[in-house]
C-alpha cells in the first residue's frame, strides 16, 4: 500500500491496480470524457487502470468520423472580388444606389445564411460530443474552446469559428502548437483586433489576453512586456479563410520581451512565453481546474494538496516540453485523482450535464436544438462565450434559475416531456427498464428496494440507504413498478438530486 507519506511527497504517486474498482472505472469515464454505460465501465474493470488511461490518452488510433475541411461551406462570408470590389467602388462614386442597394441585400442575405451555418456547427458539435468514441478529445476541445475564447458574436464567420474548433481538435494534447496556431487562427486575429495590428499603430489586444488569460495569469508580466509582445505580432492578420503574414506592417526592430533584447517575431514571444516561470503552473492549473476538481483560477492563491498536486503536474509539464499527454496520464493513474477530495465533487458544466446524461443513462438525444437551447440557459452557450475570460465555471453555473433549467431539461431527455408539453419530436422513448438487468438475476423479478439501488448505481455511482427507500418507497405504491413510465418517473427524480449536478 502507498502511505500517506509517500503520497505527501509525491502527489502523483500511482493508485495500486487493485484499488481501481467500479467507482474509478466510473470516475474516469467522467472526467477524461462525458462518462459512459455500465458496460463500458465493465470494460475499463477488465482492461485495469493502465490499459484504460491508454485507451482514453492515446485516442488517436480510435477510428473517428474526421471533421474535414469542407464539412460545411467556407464560402459564405468570402470577400468581394475585385471586379465586385471595382463595381462597388464605381458604383460610390457615381451615386448608383441600385447597386449600392443590391451589394447591401448580397450582405445582408450572407449574414443571415452565415447565421444559419453556425447553428449547423453548434448542432454538428454537440452531436460529436454526445457520439465521439474518442471522449477525451472532445473533452479537451471544449476546454480550449472556453480557454482561448471567441464568440461568434464578433466574429461573425462561422467557417472560422469551425476552423478554429478543428485547431482545438487537432492540437489538444500540444500547448505549443495551440499557442502557435492561435496566433495564426482567423477568428482569434479578428476576435482579438490582431488584424489591426499595424506597425505604426501597434494594437495590444492579443498580446495582453496571451498573457493575461492564456498563459501567465496577472502579476507575471509586465506592461513593457505586452506593448513589446504586441510590436511582434504586428503584420498578422489573415485574408479570406487564411492566415497572412503582412511584412510590410510587421515591425522588424529590436523589441524588449521578459528583458531580453531580440528581433522577436509571434513565434520568438510564444517562445519567451514558454519559457517563464509562471507559465508550466498556469497550465497545470488549468487542466486542474476542467480535469480535477475547481478551484482558483490563479495558481498563487491553491494550498495544501491542491498547489502540491498543481506542482507536481506543472514539474511534469514543463519537462515534456508542454506536450500534454504525459501530464494527463500522471493525473488519470493518480491516487489523489480517485480520492474522496475529488470524486464526485465537481460541479458539472451545462455540457457535461447533457452529454453525459445522453452518454450515460442511454436516453436519447431527441432534438439538439432543444439540447441547445437549454445548455444557453443554464449559461453555456457554445461558440457565444460570455466575455473574453470565457466562463468562469464552478459554482458560477449554480443558481435558481440554471437549477430550475437543468431539472426541466434531464426531464425533456427521460420522458420527452417539456414545460410547454410533450415535444412532438419524442417518440424515440427512453426505456430504462435495461436497468432491471442490473437489479436481479436472469429468471427473476426485482424488487422494488433492488431496482431502486440499481438506479442509483447507474445515475449516481452509488446507492445511498435513504435515498433508495424513499424511490423504492413511491414505486411499491405503483401497480406496475417496473414498467416504464414507472422507472422513467424514478430516474427523472433520481436526476433531481444535487449529486446528480456533480462529477
Request: proline letters at 5%; a positive charge.
Amino acid at each position: 500500500m502507498t502511505t500517506t507519506a509517500q503520497s505527501a511527497r509525491n502527489p502523483l504517486v500511482r493508485l495500486p491496480a487493485e484499488e481501481f474498482g467500479h467507482r474509478e472505472a466510473r470516475h474516469l469515464l467522467l472526467r477524461a470524457g462525458f462518462g459512459g454505460t455500465d458496460q463500458q465501465i465493465e470494460t475499463m474493470l477488465e482492461w485495469g487502470l493502465d490499459r484504460a488511461v491508454d485507451h482514453l490518452v492515446d485516442y488517436e488510433s480510435i477510428p473517428t468520423e474526421p471533421d474535414a475541411r469542407d464539412l460545411f461551406d467556407h464560402n459564405i462570408m468570402r470577400p468581394l472580388s475585385r471586379q465586385e470590389r471595382a463595381q462597388l467602388q464605381a458604383a460610390r462614386q457615381r451615386g448608383d444606389e441600385d447597386t449600392l442597394a443590391r451589394f447591401r441585400r448580397q450582405r445582408q442575405q450572407s449574414q443571415r445564411d452565415d447565421r444559419r451555418q453556425m447553428a449547423d456547427i453548434r448542432r454538428w458539435w454537440l452531436s460529436r460530443m454526445i457520439s465521439t468514441p474518442r471522449p477525451l478529445e472532445e473533452k479537451l476541445t471544449l476546454l480550449w474552446h472556453g480557454h482561448f475564447t471567441t464568440s461568434y458574436r464578433t466574429v461573425e464567420d462561422s467557417y472560422h469559428l469551425f476552423m478554429q474548433n478543428r485547431l482545438f481538435r487537432g492540437n489538444a494534447k500540444s500547448f505549443p502548437h495551440l499557442l502557435r496556431g492561435i496566433i495564426r487562427d482567423p477568428a482569434m486575429l479578428r476576435y482579438l483586433n490582431n488584424d489591426q495590428n499595424r506597425r505604426a499603430n501597434p494594437n495590444e489586444n492579443l498580446a495582453r489576453e496571451l498573457l493575461e488569460l492564456f498563459t501567465l495569469g496577472e502579476g507575471n508580466y509586465s506592461e513593457r512586456d505586452i506593448r513589446e509582445g504586441a510590436r511582434a505580432l504586428t503584420g498578422y492578420t489573415f485574408e479570406d479563410d487564411a492566415f497572412v503574414f503582412n511584412h510590410n506592417q510587421h515591425d522588424k526592430s529590436t523589441k524588449a520581451i521578459f528583458r531580453r533584447m531580440a528581433n522577436f517575431d509571434g513565434d520568438g514571444f510564444i517562445t519567451a512565453i514558454l519559457g517563464q516561470n509562471a507559465c508550466a503552473p498556469f497550465v497545470a492549473n488549468r487542466l486542474y481546474r476542467f480535469l480535477v476538481a475547481d478551484g482558483p483560477a490563479h495558481p498563487r492563491e491553491l494550498t495544501g494538496d491542491r498547489l502540491a498536486l498543481v506542482r507536481a503536474m506543472s514539474e511534469r509539464v514543463r519537462r515534456d516540453r508542454y506536450e500534454l499527454s504525459g501530464t494527463l496520464k500522471a493525473v488519470f493513474l493518480s491516487r489523489y485523482f480517485y480520492s474522496d477530495a475529488v470524486v464526485g465533487r465537481k460541479i458539472k458544466s451545462p455540457a457535461e450535464l447533457v452529454v453525459g446524461a445522453v452518454r450515460t443513462l442511454g436516453v436519447p438525444a431527441r432534438d439538439i436544438n432543444a439540447l441547445l437551447a437549454s445548455m444557453d440557459r443554464m449559461g453555456q452557450n457554445l461558440f457565444y462565450p460570455p466575455s473574453v475570460k470565457g466562463w468562469d465555471g464552478g459554482r458560477a453555473w449554480i443558481n435558481t434559475a440554471t437549477l430550475f433549467a437543468r431539472q426541466n431539461t434531464l426531464t425533456y431527455l427521460i420522458t420527452g416531456r417539456q414545460p410547454t408539453g410533450r415535444d412532438r419530436r419524442a417518440d424515440d422513448d427512453y426505456d430504462p427498464r435495461t436497468v432491471l438487468a442490473l437489479a436481479s438475476k436472469p429468471g427473476e423479478h426485482p424488487r422494488p428496494e433492488e431496482i431502486a439501488a440499481a438506479m442509483l448505481r447507474l445515475a449516481l455511482g452509488q446507492t445511498d440507504q435513504d435515498k433508495a427507500r424513499i424511490i423504492a418507497d413511491s414505486l411499491s405504491r405503483l401497480p406496475n413498478p417496473a414498467d416504464r413510465a414507472a422507472l422513467a418517473g424514478a430516474m427523472a427524480l433520481i436526476t433531481a438530486l444535487p449529486e446528480y449536478q456533480l462529477c
